[in-house]
């Protein structure tokens, strides 16, 4: 079953590479791929983008970004294509 969000198509699953890359949530619309990661802790910084990085190179031209998501109020830029957004801004 594929879930419906704001009349489009949104596919959910995960990665796991036999390189040891994992990512928590993939959502791969007809638009492209975005990169979810879950973090449960107040700080994060550019270290937190590297799995979404690396992401980014086996997805290839489908992904469209990346999401840090972790537990605080900021939104922040961790690297070329990857932010870190408030859980409660994501999700509340």
């Known amino acids: 079953m594929t ?12 990665l796991r ?5 994992e990512v ?6 007809q638009e ?3 990169a979810f990661e879950f973090k449960s802790r107040p700080r994060v910084d550019a270290r937190n983008a590297t799995g979404l990085e690396r992401a980014r190179l086996v997805l ?3 992904y469209r970004g990346g999401i840090v998501v972790y537990q605080r109020d900021q939104v922040l ?6 932010f870190a957004v408030s ?4 999700l509340g």
Request: without cysteine; negative net charge.
């Open 77 to 82: 830029r961790l690297s070329e294509t990857v």
């Open 87 to 90: 859980d409660w801004v994501l």
């Open 32 to 34: 492209g791929i975005l």
């Open 24 to 29: 928590d949530l993939l959502l791969e619309r």
């Open 60 to 62: 290839g031209d489908r």
């Open 3 to 14: 879930p419906w969000s704001l009349g489009t198509r949104v596919a959910p699953s995960y």
């Open 17 to 21: 590479t036999s390189g040891g890359l």
